[in-house]
């Protein structure tokens, strides 16, 4: 059975505008306009979408924080909003923005301290602290107050909080946000091991799509409050990223160069790029033909940005 299940879900807020200098009036606003999806066990699955799309208050519906205006949702096979206590104990929850650790506490004593909260056993917590202190290379700053920290540690010891109780589902809502590139690949690499030996099904939220493509082949694109597409990362690159570009170093400068089924739309010195379609042609066939009329040094195929195919898929679903 799948761990999460949305059928229909759908959330509205009451919000007051103004309606003139001193009149206001009550409006509905759709947050999530149903929302159908099922995740299932040991998946990691992006969950994106632009500012305002729905991304986080479907998370705090997931987790029990909101309850839905309409729909059904189960997690683990329990109710969030019914049952928040009990399905706390089975997930866990990162939020960027946000920590769950105690500000004014060295590291060591918030982890001591979500022992107590998840009622998690001595001997079990001790195994899974040394496993992630190991994997994350918290080590060095266990005894350091978590307001002394940067970022980039902070976050790692809050990804050990989510985990330390040994969650069945871990909900990620901008994990990297922020990060520098070293503290990224820290933490990518750690999910993915999480991911594969755990077992631990993981729902992850970004604006950082590079986080996406490392760590999940599938995705779900939401905006506006509706799934507009739910399948392969590959899937959505091919449906609507079929411009590709391949990238010449030629021996020397030279004019742009004329290649069926290309066209050069750069050139900086010896360097061309050149643009074509994988529907008209290949890119093997492609170098073929560069290669033929051409004295090239270095070739590089460069696929379309994913920023670029959501940004396309937006635009698809708005028409």
């Not at 004593?109 to 899974?128: G, I, K």
């Not at 602290?129 to 994997?135: I, N, P, R, S, T």
Request: glycine share 10%; aromatic share 6%.
């Amino acid at each position: 059975m799948p761990l999460i299940e949305l059928d229909e879900v759908r959330k509205t807020f009451v919000v007051s505008r103004a309606a003139g200098r001193v009149r206001r009036r009550r409006e509905a606003v759709h947050a999530v306009a149903g929302i159908s999806f099922t995740v299932g066990a040991g998946e990691m699955v992006g969950y994106i979408g632009p500012n305002g799309a729905g991304k986080s208050t479907t998370i705090k519906m997931l987790t029990g924080i909101l309850v839905p205006s309409g729909g059904h949702i189960r997690v683990a096979g329990l109710d969030p909003s019914r049952r928040r206590v009990e399905l706390a104990r089975r997930i866990g929850v990162v939020f960027g923005q946000r920590t769950q650790l105690w500000w004014d506490l060295p590291l060591r004593d918030s982890f001591d301290l979500l022992r107590y909260v998840y009622r998690v056993p001595a001997r079990r917590h001790a195994e899974n602290l040394a496993g992630f202190v190991d994997l994350l290379d918290l080590g060095p700053f266990l005894d350091t107050p978590v307001r002394q920290l940067s970022l980039g540690q902070r976050m790692r010891g809050d990804l050990t909080a989510a985990l330390l109780h040994d969650p069945e589902i871990v909900y990620l809502d901008e994990p990297t946000i922020g990060l520098d590139v070293v503290s990224k690949a820290h933490v990518r690499d750690f999910l993915t091991r999480v991911n594969a030996e755990r077992g631990t099904t993981v729902l992850l939220t970004t604006h950082d799509l590079s986080d996406i493509e490392r760590l999940c082949r599938r995705v779900m694109i939401i905006d506006h409050g509706r799934l507009l597409y739910d399948g392969g990362l590959e899937a959505v690159r091919a449906r609507l990223g079929g411009e590709r570009t391949l990238v010449v170093d030629l021996e020397e400068p030279a004019a742009p160069l004329v290649v069926a089924g290309a066209t050069v739309v750069r050139t900086d010195g010896p360097r061309q790029w050149l643009r074509f379609h994988r529907g008209e042609i290949s890119a093997a066939e492609l170098v073929g033909r560069v290669m033929a009329t051409s004295r090239v040094v270095d070739l590089a195929i460069e696929e379309p940005d994913i920023e670029e195919v959501v940004r396309r898929l937006y635009l698809e679903g708005q028409t």
